[in-house]
Every structure is written in structure tokens, then in C-alpha cells.
């Protein structure tokens, strides 16, 4: 049985009906104990003060804002390429998870940096970054809500996805070219240089993965109500003609 | 309970805030209109069927 | 291929057409700006490169919803759509007079509102040139937001929001290479990448714009 199966939408609805819950809860879990690790058990930071525990939603945020365009990325491509209903629908899910996420990380980011940098916003290449995401959410949800067909809809939104991911990739060059900027380099590269101190590190990890398996226990849901809405239309459509 | 947050604590409880509640609201939503698109397609289901 | 260009390029310069809409509107947000930011000098010279990119570019973006929608409004795109040349052409000669018939225009009419701004002296050539080099990237970039909503009813709204953030990395680079330029910096880096980027986008946009025509007129 090829992979693939399991993008039928049957058989979609049939495995993610036990795993929703579990999904829910290990996210929750994971979400509560690294919030609450990183909330009440890590020391203050010698230059930042309290404020380095906005660490543990910004970072987790900023990441599944990238990866959730990612996932819409691939889920596109594989839509127009094995035409999968399925997975045109997951992208559709995900974004709005992906705005919101988008949101968090823009949001806590801002008020982070007002005690940091003195202001609240810096056209500071990452920023600057995340805001053109943020437009680029936008625009993708907006043509999905725009076009009556579904079909038409998966196609245009994947095509929209895929140049959109080109033109986001050049945005950060540009922006990076445009601004060197405030931001503090990457606190998580595989390389120990300059890594975020272990005693924030391991909360930090527990707060990444309790936000990954909510971005996926949402998109399950969401996607589960995009199948049920998309049998509901051919329902309906049925009722109407007969 | 709560450790002394010093002179930031305004800016750390606002950043929780805003993402615990867009966190819930997100949540929240998918939940709400799961419920709704479940009802619904049983309601057509059952007059289909009925 | 020439004779669709031809055929848009007279639709465009016909009245009502909208030929000139843009040129205005180009005129009226210059003119507007320095009611917005106020009348002082160094102010106005040290952002009226920006100020033309920015403008040229919106007033770019008003004329794009008419690439597609007439003719698909009328039969005409089907029409053309199984006509002998390619669509990936097609999508190119509409780009082209789109080009023509705006972004050249804006181009050249920009040094002579670059007067109103006080650009100052050394800026008039950059702000030729980078308008030169990128406007053609606009025009391709738009004409693709076009055929997205070409299906669309009142789309225009809602082309602007897809357009313009892939218009971001073209106005970085030209606006940058047209203020680096203008203080006597060195804009090789910016200018190379904002030909990089028109030349990126005229290979390979017509294909994208091709696959979505196909997907709307199904």
C-alpha cells in the first residue's frame, strides 16, 4: 500500500479521526510544560531581564510562520502534480494557521523590542521579512476566498504559492540588502557559536515542539472540515439539480 | 508563584497575552467551524438518505 | 505575435483606452507628495527617487487589470488562447505592450517630475535608468497577477494585493540603486540584481501566466 492511499479523502478522514486527539494533547502538553519551564523556572537574562521569556513563543512562532508557507508550498506542488484533493485542501488549511502564527511572532516580537531597541517597530530586515509574509498569507487567502470553483481555486492559489515562494525568497535577499538591521543573528544554528545558553535552550525546544504538533493537530482539524465542506457542496449541488 | 518579572513585566505579560489569546482564537475557530461543517453534512447525509 | 501587440498597443492609445490614466496619476502622486511630507528642500531631494519609484510603480498597477479582462470579457481570450502562436507568447506580447504603452512612459516622464521633487542634480539619469531597467519586471510581474484574476469580478482590489508584494524586491533594488546612485555611491550590486530580476521574470513568468490563462479559461 503506497503512501499515497492515505491521501484519499475517505481514508484521510478514516486516520485522522484517533489521531486528532492525540495530536491535541501531546501539543497541549508539550505547549504547557515548556511555557511553564521557560515562565517560571529559567533565570532572568544579564542584558534582557524577564523580557528574554517572550523567547519561548517568539522563536517557536517565527519558525511555523516559515514552515506552515513551506508545507503550503509542498502540499501545492504535489496538488497540481498528482491532483490530490486532499492535499490542495491542507494548504488551504494552513494558512490561516500560518497568519496567525505570522501574527504571534510580529506581535511579541514588537513588544519585545520596544524595551530592547527602543522602539516598537525597526525596518529591521527580519521584521521587514515577516511583514511581506504576513502580505503574502494575505494575498493567498484572499484569491481562495475570491473564486467560486474549487478546482479553479487549488490551481490558481498552488500557482500563486509556488511563484510567491520565488518572490519571497528574493524579498529576503532584497530586504537583507536593503537593511542590516537590529535583529540578533540565528540563536538556534546547528553550529555552537551562537547558540542561546542551555538553561533557555531545552524549555525553548519543548515550546518549538509543542507549536509544530499544534500547527499540525490544526491543520488535521482544518482540513477534516475542508473535506466535509467539499462533500457538502456536491451534496448540495445534487439536492439543487434534482 | 509568579517570579518578579522587574521593570519588564508589562511588555513579558502582554507578549503572553497577545499569543495565548491568538492561540486560543485560532483554535477556537477551526474547532467552531469544524462543529458547523459537521452538522451540516449530516444534515444533508440524513436528507439524503432519509 | 506582433500583430497581437499591435492590436493591444492601438486598443491602449484609442480613446478610452487609458493610455494617458497613468501618466495623470503619476502627475497627481508627485504632485501630492510634498502636501504629505511638506515643501522643505533637503527633505523632498533626499526621497524623491524613492517617491518616483514608488509612484511609477502604483500608477503601473492601475492599467494591469485591463491586460486581460477585456478580451476575456468579450470571447476574444478564448479566441486568442486557440490561436496557432503559444500562450507562454502571448503572455509576453501583452506584457510588451503593457510595457509600451505605461512603464516606457513613466520612465520617460519621470526626470521631468523628478523637477518637481528636487531631485537633485546627479539622481535625473539613475532614476531613468533603474525605471528603465525594472518597469519591464513590472509589467511582466503584473501582467501574471492579471491572468490570476482574470475569472475574478471586481478584481482589480484584489490584484493589487497579490501584485504588489511581488513587486517588493523590484522597488528595493531600483529604488536603491537610484538613491545609492544619486549620492554617488557605488549601485552596481542593486542594479545588477534589478536586471537579474527583470530577466528572471521575462524567461520564466510567461509560463506561470500561460498554465493560469489555461486554468481560468477552462
Known sequence: ?242 | MIPDLGKYGFEVASAYAVSIVLLFAIVGLSWRQSVKQRRALEAAEARRHG | ?218
Open chain 1, 1 to 242: 500500500m503506497s503512501l499515497w492511499e492515505y491521501a484519499n479523502p475517505k481514508k484521510f478522514m478514516g486516520w485522522t479521526g484517533p489521531v486528532l486527539p492525540w495530536a491535541f494533547w501531546t501539543a497541549g502538553i508539550c505547549l504547557v510544560v515548556g511555557l511553564f519551564w521557560g515562565f517560571f523556572l529559567t533565570p532572568d537574562d544579564y542584558r534582557q531581564g524577564s523580557t528574554v521569556k517572550i523567547i519561548y513563543l517568539h522563536v517557536p512562532s517565527a519558525l511555523m510562520a516559515i514552515n506552515a508557507w513551506m508545507m503550503m508550498l509542498v502540499a501545492s506542488l504535489i496538488w497540481l502534480v498528482r491532483r490530490h484533493h486532499v492535499s490542495a485542501l491542507a494548504a488551504k488549511a494552513a494558512a490561516p494557521v500560518g497568519i496567525t502564527m505570522t501574527l504571534i511572532a510580529l506581535m511579541t516580537g514588537a513588544i519585545w523590542g520596544q524595551p530592547m531597541w527602543g522602539t516598537y517597530w525597526a525596518w529591521d530586515p527580519r521584521l521587514t521579512s515577516f511583514l511581506i509574509l504576513f502580505l503574502f498569507y494575505l494575498g493567498y487567502m484572499a484569491l481562495w476566498a475570491a473564486i467560486d470553483d474549487p478546482d479553479t481555486a487549488a490551481d490558481l492559489t498552488s500557482v500563486l504559492c509556488i511563484v510567491g515562494s520565488v518572490f519571497a525568497l528574493l524579498s529576503r535577499y532584497a530586504v537583507n540588502f536593503w537593511n542590516q538591521g537590529l535583529h540578533q543573528g540565528a540563536s538556534l544554528s546547528l553550529d555552537k557559536e551562537e547558540n542561546v545558553s542551555d538553561v533557555f535552550f531545552f524549555p525553548l525546544l519543548v515550546c518549538i515542539a509543542g507549536f509544530v504538533l499544534l500547527f499540525v493537530a490544526l491543520v488535521l482539524l482544518r482540513t477534516r472540515t475542508e473535506i466535509r465542506a467539499r462533500r457538502l457542496r456536491a451534496l448540495q449541488l445534487r439536492e439543487v439539480r434534482t
Open chain 3, 1 to 218: 505575435m506582433i500583430a497581437l501587440l499591435l492590436r493591444d498597443l492601438r486598443l491602449a492609445t484609442r480613446a478610452g483606452g487609458g493610455f494617458g490614466l497613468g501618466l495623470v496619476f503619476f502627475l497627481i502622486v508627485v504632485v501630492l507628495v510634498p502636501f504629505g511630507v511638506g515643501p522643505e528642500t533637503a527633505i523632498l531631494s533626499k526621497i524623491a527617487s524613492g517617491i518616483l519609484w514608488v509612484a511609477a510603480l502604483l500608477a503601473a498597477l492601475l492599467s494591469l487589470d485591463r491586460i486581460f479582462a477585456l478580451d476575456f470579457e468579450d470571447g476574444a481570450l478564448t479566441l486568442i488562447a486557440t490561436a496557432p502562436i503559444p500562450l507562454e507568447t502571448v503572455g509576453l506580447a501583452k506584457a510588451m505592450a503593457h510595457w509600451l504603452t505605461t512603464g516606457l512612459p513613466l520612465t520617460l516622464a519621470a526626470p521631468v517630475l523628478g523637477v518637481l521633487l528636487q531631485l537633485p542634480a546627479s539622481g535625473y539619469s539613475f532614476v531613468a535608468v533603474t525605471l528603465l531597467l525594472g518597469t519591464p519586471a513590472l509589467s511582466m510581474i503584473g501582467t501574471f497577477g492579471a491572468a490570476l484574476t482574470v475569472g475574478i469580478r471586481r478584481g482589480g482590489l484584489l490584484l493589487s494585493l497579490l501584485v504588489l508584494p511581488l513587486y517588493i524586491p523590484t522597488l528595493i533594488f531600483g529604488a536603491e540603486a537610484a538613491r545609492r546612485g544619486t549620492a554617488g555611491l557605488d549601485a552596481s550590486t542593486p542594479l545588477l540584481m534589478l536586471a537579474g530580476i527583470t530577466a528572471g521574470s521575462v524567461a520564466l513568468l510567461p509560463f506561470a501566466t500561460a498554465a493560469v490563462l489555461r486554468i481560468n479559461l477552462r
